[in-house]
């Protein structure tokens, strides 16, 4: 159990344009999704924490208009890139968490996002 | 300040010998808990290990164990008899305050570490 599906795997997108990527909990109701995104060899960053039905947190430095977080269920969240630029090319991967007491976060596959 | 600092960049094992990835953190909260994941090259983040800090006992899964010392506030990887397929990124990560709250709690990564275990 605990599963949770990134889609796309990959995506190749223009400059300027806007891509969207989903993150679902296949087997249990996700209260709280985080998004975060890696660049090569480096660590996970936190982008934003998003609550069924209600507006994302976003952590400080990152563009809350840029990177657009819905989550408007208790199994999906979205994250949209908009007018994206070469520069947020990155991997970008979510997680989960229950609403139950587990202290685990799970986490999806992860999105290649390239942007030429 | 860091809130998790992993100060090896990369570590060589050789296979079927143990290894110790190290961790250390710094926070004031008194209700924490620590993780261990692994990412191997397909990007996938795999939890191996977690440690809470009110647990008296070291954490144990598998080959691995968690060598928390609270007191020195470190929480090294214990990898016991080494695989290939153990080779991957290995990252230790803290999520602060309580694992009962309903919302939250967002973790905080280290840097990271390269493991490559050699035959």
């Known amino acids: 159990g605990a599963v949770v599906s990134q889609h796309p795997s990959r995506v190749i997108c223009k400059s300027g344009t806007s891509v969207k990527i989903e993150c679902r909990s296949l087997?249990?109701?996700?209260?709280?999704m985080f998004w975060y995104r890696q660049f090569p060899k480096q660590s996970l960053m936190l982008m934003a924490t998003s609550n069924e039905g209600s507006k994302a947190t976003y952590e400080q430095g990152v563009e809350k208009d840029k990177f657009l977080i819905n989550h408007a269920s208790l199994t999906l969240s979205t994250l949209t890139v908009t007018s994206a630029h070469p520069e947020d090319s990155s991997f970008y991967i979510c997680?989960?968490?229950?609403?139950?007491?587990?202290?685990?976060?799970?986490f999806g596959p992860g999105t290649r996002l390239t942007v030429t | 300040a860091q809130k998790i600092t992993q100060t090896q960049p990369g570590m060589f094992v050789q296979e079927k010998e143990a290894v110790t990835l190290d961790c250390t953190y710094d926070?004031?909260?008194?209700?924490?808990?620590l993780f261990w994941y692994k990412q191997p090259s397909s990007g996938e983040m795999i939890f191996l290990i977690y440690q809470g800090s009110y647990d008296q006992q070291n954490a144990t899964e598998g080959r691995y164990s968690l060598n928390f010392q609270k007191a020195r506030k470190s929480a090294n990887l214990v990898i016991s008899a080494s695989q290939l397929g153990d080779s991957a990124m290995y990252f230790c990560?803290?999520?602060?305050?309580?694992?009962?709250?309903?919302?939250?709690?967002?973790?905080?990564f280290g840097a990271g570490t390269i493991l490559r275990v050699k035959s």
């Open positions: 087997d249990f109701q996700a209260t709280t």
């Open positions: 990560a803290m999520r602060e305050g309580s694992e009962v709250q309903e919302y939250g709690n967002k973790l905080v």
């Open positions: 997680s989960a968490r229950g609403g139950d007491t587990t202290y685990e976060q799970y």
């Open positions: 926070t004031s909260d008194p209700s924490y808990g």
